[in-house]
């Protein structure tokens, strides 16, 4: 009996002290792991809003430089720029024609006006009373114009410091100058009075081709300056250029331009020209590309015209 109430006490007293150990260790244990679980979540929630910040900063710096680098990368449109010369002009002419390369051939920001029946209109006349083209308008002429195709290269030659055409030197620039004197008193007239009455243009008064005289007297007068041109040509070959390229040299001045120029017209009375003259022709247009190529196909497109309408 007493050895069945001791393992009966034992047994009684041994499972209410288990199970109380038991509750122990869970409730001291619960309090734990829920002091380790906040002393772990704190540093993590801490971690994780300072990388929420971080981000926002972050976020807000590039929204900053955003505009700031688009601004840099797409520049300000600039103003259209006026043409700083105004050039008005008669497409068939080479004399008209020989401003027109120069101008693109320089670079210049100019603004072309066909003239065509124009030249002796009132407000034409009020500012040229010679009715001559090429004419320029410049701010930093006396009266604001200026026509004369050899005039007009040699002041925008002068005024931009175009040395390339025009020379400083005294004496290269003396030579410039003496070639396109003696082009435009010498060989353009008997050019003009060869040419003109194939291409429709007013003779000037005074000579045959003006007159009244009858039409075998005006196309004698013709033949004869036709006949008068290889002379001075041949100067411009053997003098003037003298073995180089151009009149200019290994670059062609603005006395080539206006020679170049000039030659084109005589297409039109199938002239026969040297082969140098060809050469030189062929040489100049390369040279100056398109500058010399545009302009040069007005005045061949209205020579075409021409000839088309003489064979019709």
């Excluded at 409730?27 to 993590?44: M, N, S, V, Y």
């Excluded at 033949?223 to 003037?240: D, M, Q």
Aim: charged letters at 25%; glycine letters at 6%.
């Amino acid at each position: 009996m007493a050895k069945a109430a001791t393992k009966s006490t034992s047994k009684s007293a041994t499972k209410p002290a288990t199970k109380t150990a038991k509750r122990a260790a869970k409730a001291a244990a619960k309090p734990a792991t829920k002091a380790k679980a906040k002393a772990a979540a704190k540093p993590d929630a801490r971690a994780t809003a300072k990388a929420a910040q971080a981000t926002a900063r972050a976020a807000q710096a590039t929204a900053r430089a955003a505009p700031k680098a688009t601004a840099k990368a797409a520049p300000k449109a600039k103003p259209a720029k006026k043409p700083g010369l105004k050039l008005s002009m008669l497409k068939p002419s080479v004399n008209n024609m020989t401003v027109r390369v120069f101008a693109r051939a320089a670079g210049f920001d100019h603004a072309e006006t066909d003239a065509w029946g124009l030249t002796r209109s009132p407000e034409f006349l009020a500012r040229n009373p010679a009715h001559l083209t090429p004419m320029i308008e410049d701010k930093g002429l006396p009266r604001g114009v200026l026509w004369e195709s050899c005039a007009i290269m040699q002041y925008l030659a002068n005024k931009h410091g175009l040395e390339k055409f025009y020379p400083k030197a005294p004496a290269k620039r003396a030579m410039i100058d003496s070639a396109m004197f003696y082009l435009v008193g010498t060989l353009y007239p008997y050019v003009a009075r060869a040419t003109y009455p194939a291409l429709g243009f007013p003779q000037y008064a005074g000579e045959v081709g003006h007159s009244d005289a009858h039409p075998d007297r005006k196309s004698e007068a013709q033949k004869a300056a036709a006949s008068a041109i290889a002379e001075p040509l041949e100067v411009f070959h053997s003098f003037f250029r003298n073995g180089k390229p151009f009149i200019g040299g290994s670059n062609p001045s603005i006395a080539d331009i206006r020679l170049a120029a000039t030659l084109e017209f005589l297409a039109v009375i199938d002239y026969a020209l040297p082969q140098w003259a060809k050469d030189y022709m062929a040489a100049m247009e390369k040279k100056l590309g398109n500058a010399y190529a545009e302009p040069a196909g007005d005045v061949r497109g209205y020579i075409a015209y021409v000839r088309s309408q003489a064979k019709a």
